[in-house]
């Protein structure tokens, strides 16, 4: 590949050597030993929050009285279009049959999980939308319980508007606890909580830790790092629209990494050269964040052509992609590593982040090379099932028996011959290893 780095990366998301581990075990095991006493202790200890952990439908009430109309009904819009989005996915899931020889028949059912645990990040920014895509997918696929659990502010509680859309959306429990603790509690049923099978949702790198060393225990939507974008542009592109969408990614964290891919030498120069004006006029915390990430972890890269272009992109797999280029079906068809695709210039990553339908909880750091971002699929279980007539299961006996004596293993072989002794008394079948 011939792709010049105009600028380059100084750090990526695997450098902040931050060690969590030990602290999240720490903190996994006494939660677990000591119970809902060692969570309320972390709780206070972290959250420094003493009202109620479980809210109530009068703080539900509460909550939803400081929520302005304009807001509720920009929820209701956004809580409207992940539903239907949701309904639909739901209905390219479906029980299934098929005679796989004459008398055998199997098949396959969608279950979807008792318990779904949604963890709603409320630190530096409240992540109305988190809870709205996170609350929503799991109610659509079924979930009997749903809790939300979202980092109470101190002496405050959990943003109203969170509280709001949680509700909303159909969760059956609001958990005034942030961070590990909230996790562990979700996991270990405390509160008198049903236990979560499935811990759904972003966090900060705590959270995140706790999710990784619970997988197995629990099912999780995937292991997610700092935030990613990569936008893919050609001289069709605005310069100030990219510039803009660059920024808006980057305001998400110091290690968010966004990268700017073309074939156009001038857009990249102009979109360099406008990005850190547009960074500057900020308000401070998201300027702060903002400039860290586009000084070490921001990209711009120069490629021969739309092929090289694509193929960078698919090496990367980003989380958000964004394409700001001409004929925009060739790119849809093209373009395989993806956690979301955005195309156009009329479509955005915010808009897929907070009200377009489509779901915000993505695969980061590479990893939408090998699965997609959260949606019903995750809290539904593909199982299958199996019956069959006597003349059915007689060839699927005699290969089964012959196979599994060549593996050595008589036991699961002999499952297969009684069968056939019991079904065929009359008849004799050479069910060695080498028949």
Same mark, same amino acid.
């Given at each position: 590949?011939?792709?010049?780095?105009?600028?380059?990366?100084?750090?990526?998301?695997?450098?902040?050597?931050?060690?969590?581990?030990?602290?999240?075990?720490?903190?996994?095991?006494?939660?677990?030993?000591?119970?809902?006493?060692a969570?309320?202790?972390?709780?206070?200890?972290?959250?420094?929050?003493?009202g109620n952990?479980?809210?109530?439908?009068?703080?539900?009430?509460a909550?939803?009285?400081?929520?302005?109309e304009?807001?509720?009904q920009?929820?209701?819009?956004?809580?409207?279009?992940?539903?239907?989005?949701?309904?639909?996915?739901?209905?390219?899931?479906?029980?299934?049959?098929?005679?796989?020889?004459?008398?055998?028949?199997?098949?396959?059912?969608?279950?979807?999980?008792?318990?779904?645990?949604?963890?709603?990040?409320?630190?530096?920014?409240?992540?109305?939308?988190?809870?709205?895509?996170?609350?929503?997918?799991?109610?659509?696929?079924?979930?009997?319980?749903?809790?939300?659990?979202?980092?109470?502010?101190?002496?405050?509680?959990?943003?109203?508007?969170?509280?709001?859309?949680?509700?909303?959306?159909?969760?059956?429990? !609001? +958990?005034?606890?942030? /961070?590990? @603790?909230? #996790? $562990?509690?979700?996991?270990?049923? =405390? &509160? %008198?909580?049903?236990?979560?099978? !499935? +811990?759904?949702?972003? /966090?900060? @790198?705590? #959270? $995140?830790?706790?999710?990784?060393? =619970? &997988? %197995?225990?629990?099912?999780?939507?995937?292991?997610?790092?700092?935030t990613?974008?990569?936008?893919?542009?050609?001289?069709?592109?605005?310069?100030?629209?990219?510039?803009?969408?660059?920024?808006?990614?980057?305001?998400?964290?110091?290690?968010?990494?966004?990268?700017?891919?073309?074939?156009?030498?001038?857009?990249a120069?102009?979109?360099?050269?406008?990005?850190?004006?547009?960074?500057?006029?900020?308000?401070?915390?998201?300027?702060?964040?903002?400039?860290?990430a586009?000084?070490?972890?921001?990209?711009?890269?120069?490629?021969?052509?739309?092929?090289?272009?694509?193929?960078?992109?698919?090496?990367?797999?980003?989380?958000?992609?964004?394409?700001?280029?001409?004929?925009?079906?060739?790119?849809l068809?093209?373009?395989?590593?993806?956690?979301?695709?955005?195309?156009?210039?009329?479509?955005?990553?915010?808009?897929?982040?907070?009200?377009?339908?489509?779901?915000?909880?993505?695969?980061?750091?590479?990893?939408?090379?090998?699965?997609?971002?959260?949606?019903?699929?995750?809290?539904?279980?593909?199982?299958?099932?199996?019956?069959?007539t006597?003349e059915?299961?007689r060839?699927?006996a005699?290969?089964?028996?012959?196979?599994?004596?060549?593996?050595?293993?008589?036991?699961?072989?002999?499952?297969?011959?009684?069968?056939l002794?019991?079904?065929?008394?009359?008849?004799?079948?050479?069910?060695?290893?080498?028949?």
């Open positions: 590949m011939t792709r010049e780095y105009l600028k380059k990366a100084t750090l990526t998301s695997k450098s902040d050597a931050s060690d969590v581990k030990a602290t999240v075990r720490s903190i996994l095991d006494a939660i677990e030993a000591g119970g809902d006493k969570a309320l202790d972390y709780a206070a200890r972290f959250d420094k929050y003493d952990v479980i809210l109530t439908r009068d703080d539900i009430a909550a939803a009285a400081q929520v302005p304009k807001l509720k920009d929820i209701r819009f956004s809580h409207d279009n992940v539903r239907r989005f949701a309904e639909a996915q739901k209905q390219t899931l479906r029980d299934i049959e098929i005679e796989v020889v004459p008398g055998l028949i199997a098949g396959q059912k969608s279950i979807p999980v008792t318990g779904a645990g949604c963890y709603v990040p409320g630190g530096r920014y409240s992540h109305i939308a988190s809870a709205i895509m996170t609350v929503t997918t799991a109610k659509v696929a079924g979930c009997q319980h749903i809790v939300a659990c979202s980092p109470p502010r101190p002496g405050v509680g959990i943003a109203p508007a969170i509280i709001y859309a949680a509700d909303l959306c159909g969760a059956d429990t !609001i +958990l005034a606890m942030g /961070g590990v @603790q909230g #996790v $562990a509690a979700m996991t270990f049923g =405390l &509160f %008198g909580l049903p236990r979560a099978n !499935i +811990l759904v949702g972003p /966090g900060n @790198q705590f #959270v $995140a830790e706790a999710k990784r060393m =619970l &997988f %197995g225990r629990v099912g999780i939507d995937m292991i997610a790092g700092p990613d974008s990569l936008i893919l542009a050609d001289r069709t592109a605005d310069p100030m629209v990219v510039a803009t969408d660059l920024v808006g990614q980057a305001e998400h964290g110091y290690n968010s990494p966004v990268w700017l891919v073309t074939d156009h030498r001038p857009l120069e102009e979109v360099m050269r406008l990005v850190p004006d547009l960074i500057a006029d900020l308000p401070q915390v998201n300027c702060e964040n903002a400039t860290a586009w000084r070490d972890y921001a990209e711009v890269i120069l490629c021969a052509d739309r092929d090289e272009m694509a193929a960078t992109s698919d090496e990367y797999a980003p989380e958000h992609l964004t394409v700001q280029a001409a004929d925009l079906d060739w790119w068809g093209r373009l395989s590593c993806y956690g979301s695709l955005f195309l156009g210039e009329e479509t955005t990553v915010a808009f897929g982040d907070k009200a377009s339908g489509t779901n915000h909880v993505l695969p980061t750091s590479g990893a939408a090379s090998y699965t997609g971002g959260l949606s019903v699929h995750k809290y539904m279980k593909i199982v299958t099932w199996q019956r069959s006597r059915g299961a060839p699927v005699e290969a089964t028996a012959r196979i599994a004596r060549l593996e050595g293993m008589e036991g699961h072989a002999r499952t297969a011959d009684i069968r002794r019991k079904y065929f008394p009359d008849e004799t079948f050479d069910l060695s290893a080498n028949g």
